[in-house]
């Protein structure tokens, strides 16, 4: 016995998403009261919440914990790195060639 046909027509897949930007050139701002943009840097505000469980008289006491961070992080992305690594890469280059 044969198995059944089946019709199957294939769509080309299209992406949703549009093209992504070269890197570097997409932008991201964030609005929210816990972050500021300030000149190069941005300043973000996060509260951690925890709690601790001890053991006191056997019962369990549950004592809720806050802490707070402040996070500060560079808009400009320094151009040393990527001298450090040519001059690696020109190094091991070097070492290669002289086995």
């Not at 890197?23 to 972050?35: K, L, R, Y």
């Not at 320094?78 to 086995?99: D, E, I, M, N």
Request: proline content about 8%; charged content about 20%; some cysteine.
């Amino acid at each position: 016995m044969a198995p059944p046909s089946i019709d199957i027509q294939a769509t080309p897949y299209e992406d949703p998403a549009p093209a992504h930007e070269p890197f570097g050139q997409t932008i991201v701002h964030v609005e929210s009261d816990s972050i500021s943009y300030n000149g190069d840097h941005i300043l973000s505000q996060y509260v951690y919440e925890n709690a601790r469980v001890t053991e006191v008289d056997g019962k369990l006491v549950v004592k809720p914990t806050k802490t707070e961070y402040e996070f500060k992080t560079n808009t400009v992305v320094p151009k040393v790195g990527y001298c450090l690594f040519l001059r690696g890469l020109t190094q091991s280059y070097a070492r290669w060639l002289g086995r």
